[in-house]
């Protein structure tokens, strides 16, 4: 389960919205640790959602599983997956801090806008972000690529236009977020090797309707982006306000500008790579 986002209510609208970026990089990132071709490589989607990354992966490499905690999300994953084109993915109904794999089973492990959602305890030192990086390191083989899709403290900040109508939750999801160097730091000691961040200018969300200055009045369209879960209804008041008084005043397509402009240079989230050390620890 997320600690604060309900994705059995989210499964139906999250295609509608929400679009893989990035997947150049995660197949960059394969053929940085391939051993052969990426065609013979076996992949875990661990958090799968609704199975847009493993769509996207699948004509490329040899075999998928996919994880994911929640049922409803599974459910849209397996009407996608289902149909051709590529390899086979086989789905399961687990958690990233058990995954119910024997040990160095995959080739590479991608986890696309999970690890936030663990219910985590930042003072303690992120026990189930530890968990669920060594689950990640001792499923994996020796030289086994680790692609980790995060946000960063400056992009949820600064890397989405509508973050300044809700700074209160955008303060929110930082906490959630363990932050780039932090990160860093974890893959290590869970015995996965960092060996660069590599960035998207594309927004997550789904075209035009990123730019979509009237979007966030729409509650199917704030289900695209779990920030908007965290907003408190007296925030989301004022947030609404102000996109109607813009509208009204003609200004909110240069309101939207305004605040998208570094996405472009910063992006929006940022794909970690590490490799399985061979002969590391297994597991945290
Ligand atoms: C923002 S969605 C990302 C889905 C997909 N990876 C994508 O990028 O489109 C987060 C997903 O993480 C799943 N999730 C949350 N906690 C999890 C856990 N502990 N283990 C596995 N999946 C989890 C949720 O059910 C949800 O499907």
């Known amino acids: ?41 076996r992949v875990l989607d661990a958090g799968c959602g609704t199975g847009s990354y493993a769509a996207a992966l699948r ?10 905690i929640n049922p409803s999300m599974l459910e849209v994953a397996r009407a996608k997956l289902g149909r ?45 972000l530890r968990r669920g990086l060594g689950e990640i ?25 509508y973050a300044a109508l809700v700074p209160d939750a955008v303060e929110a999801m930082r906490a959630r977020h363990a932050d780039t160097g932090v990160l860093i730091r974890l893959l290590a000691e869970a015995g996965l090797d960092p060996r660069g961040r590599f960035v998207s200018s594309e927004a997550l969300m789904r075209g035009d309707a990123y730019f979509d ?30 996109v109607r008084a813009l509208d009204a005043a ?6 939207v500008s305004e605040h998208d402009r570094r996405r472009p240079s910063i992006g929006q989230t940022g794909f970690h790579f590490a490799v399985r050390v061979p002969g590391a620890d297994r597991g945290a």
């Open 250 to 255: 003609g200004t909110l397509d240069a309101f």
């Open 84 to 128: 051709p084109p590529g390899c086979p993915v086989a789905l399961h109904e687990a958690g990233i801090e058990a995954l119910p794999f024997e040990d160095a089973r995959f080739d590479a492990v991608m986890v696309n806008q999970v690890l936030h959602h663990l219910p985590d305890s930042p003072r303690e030192g992120r026990p189930a």
């Open 1 to 41: 389960m997320s600690a604060y986002e309900d994705y059995t209510a989210v499964s139906a609208d999250y295609d509608r919205t929400r679009v893989p970026i990035g997947v150049e990089i995660i197949l960059g990132c394969l053929a940085a640790a391939a051993g052969g071709p990426l065609a013979s490589m």
């Open 213 to 242: 200055g009237r979007g966030p009045l729409d509650p199917a369209w704030r289900r695209g982006d779990s920030l908007w879960s965290a907003v408190a209804e007296a925030e989301l008041a004022r947030a609404l306000g102000t």
């Open 59 to 68: 004509p490329h490499v040899g075999a998928i599983d996919a994880v994911d």
């Open 137 to 161: 390191a001792r499923v994996l083989r020796p030289g086994g690529a680790a692609i980790v899709n995060i946000c960063s403290h400056e992009q949820l900040r600064s890397g989405w236009w």
